[in-house]
């Protein structure tokens, strides 16, 4: 048998090698599923000598319950039909404790393929401690045993860090034959980077002086590719204690740490998802409480302005009065573009044809944007339908188009393009606010000053604006992000500084018909009679039940009021008065309006019901559309929209 300077044989490096692996239980088990052989690690790990466990059946590690469900059978029958098995349970030792365990099983095959056995090594990973090793106990049956594990790169360094053995392991994992790398230095493993920074001597140094050695870092294989290791280093000493070498395991992990570095990327999108989301709460709340305020202002300001045209009221009166009505219109503005971040607005999404759309919007986006600003819009052949509010996506995309503008002060070009994506998991794991599916993607690209990457982390958060005060509010991307939300898409991004930005909102494909199919009322003919008619106000609000009864009145209606859907119900059981209409809140205390118009539908078949919001979320609109045959209008309303409302209802059929 061969010698080499030290004076060990093969088989004896062999032994010592497998004397040093302490923190594995290597054995064969014959086909039948008995022990054949155990190794040192077993016993220390397992509590049995082989005197006692070899002969005795493999399930007898295996706890109750999986002993019950067949495990064992089950492993060693998957090991022999797909080359192997490996897995993570409960393991029970001698004196019945239990351990968590990390399991590999591979068959063992003699020259002419015929299973002649299984290679199983265990691992107890619920605590990691150093233990010696008992000599093997058959040189043939180790050797073949190490030959059989595959999934491990095992092999033995001597004291100067050469390469002495090499397993199938090793080949398969660093892609290097026997021939090719017995006899060359361990380091050849290590990238440049790491060679420069003596981390092959350093970790030998500390096998040497503490036994042992553990990492993780980035290996190199034979054709130059990288894999991220974990990786073991264990000193091997003769009967005096003195250093001959040592045993190496490496395994290659490069998946698992790509999940995790997946994992944590996901974390941060969704955390920055979950910050939108609450500041997108908190904005609805604000503007359903400011639109109530903002009705009763605007209102009055406009009873003001009507009776002062009959008065010979000074310039500055009309002045003032007309400032306040502008202001008041414009924190109502503001108040809708709160709504549209946070998802609360009233949308009627219609199928649309995008390439139509496109076609529509290029005209009018290049007369806004000037003639600096080239505007191009690309549609597809074959391109979905989806299905949005025309009206706001318009909106969305003269918000996009007006920001690029500004971002290209010297002049530049803008272009709007629409594609059919199918998103596979793969895709939807790097966008978690996407679920996986086939989407309509319009893109906005911009050759402006683009985002730093401060500002791409603010962006679609309202008030936030890199402009000067003045300037801007800051709601133009955040209402366009509540809007895409709002439809079921999802919006995204990509923007590096001096090189313009793009800006992708991906709509879910709509399978629906082409055109909907608009309902156009009848003419109604005039009353018959001059009777009036009576209306049911319905609003929590005491300043706007007034300001709105008030109003009603002016215009000749009989008015009845309630502060709740309860006391609205009240009236409602009663024979008389007859109701003509419900005018009311949708957002109320206890019982909300949409509740209280099915219940009055139930009560008086054929009652009008009118519905009047700040904001509505999940009572007359679901899933980003207006409930079907729901009339709404949205806080704050003006006189002349509330009167004309009201009446087009009344006269309807």
Known sequence: MHSNATGFTDSQRLQLLIDAIVDYAIYLVDPDGTIASWNSGATRMKGYTADEIIGRPLSIFYTPEDQAAGLPLKALAIATEQGRFSSEGWR?????????ATV?????????????????VTRDITERQEAGQALIESERRYRRLIEAVVDYAIFQLDAKGFVVTWNPGAERIKGYTPEEIIGRHFSQFYTEEDRANRKPQLALEQAAQSGRFEAEGWRVRKDGSKFWASVVIDRIADESGALIGFAKITRDITERRTAQETLAKIQDQLLASQKLEAVGQLSGGVAHDFNNLLMIVIGNLETMERHARQLASNANFQRALSHAKRGAQRAASLTGRLLAFSRRQALAPKPI?????????????????????EVQTVGSAGLWQIEADPNHLESAMLNLAINARDAMPDGGKLTIEAVNVSAD????????????????????????LGMSRDTLDHAFEPFFTTKETGQGTGLGLSQVYGFVKQSGGHIKIYSELGYGTNIKMYFPRHRGPAVEQEEIDEPVAEAESSKVETILVVEDDEDLRTYVSELLRELNYRVLTAGSAQAALTILLQDQPHIDLVLTDVVMPGMNGRELGKRAAEMRPGLKILYMTGYSQNAVIHHGRLDQGVDLLEKPVSQAKLALRVREILDRR
């Open 92 to 100: 029970v030792r001698k004196d019945g404790s239990r351990f968590w």
């Open 104 to 120: 590999v099983i591979e068959p063992v095959r003699d020259h002419k393929g015929s299973l002649i056995g299984f290679a199983k």
């Open 353 to 373: 044809e995008l390439n139509n759309f496109l076609n529509g919007l290029q005209d009018f986006l290049q007369r806004t944007l000037g003639e600096r600003v």
């Open 425 to 448: 998991y793969e895709y939807c794991l790097r966008n978690p606010e996407l679920n996986p599916g086939q989407y309509v993607v319009i893109s906005v690209t911009d050759t402006g």
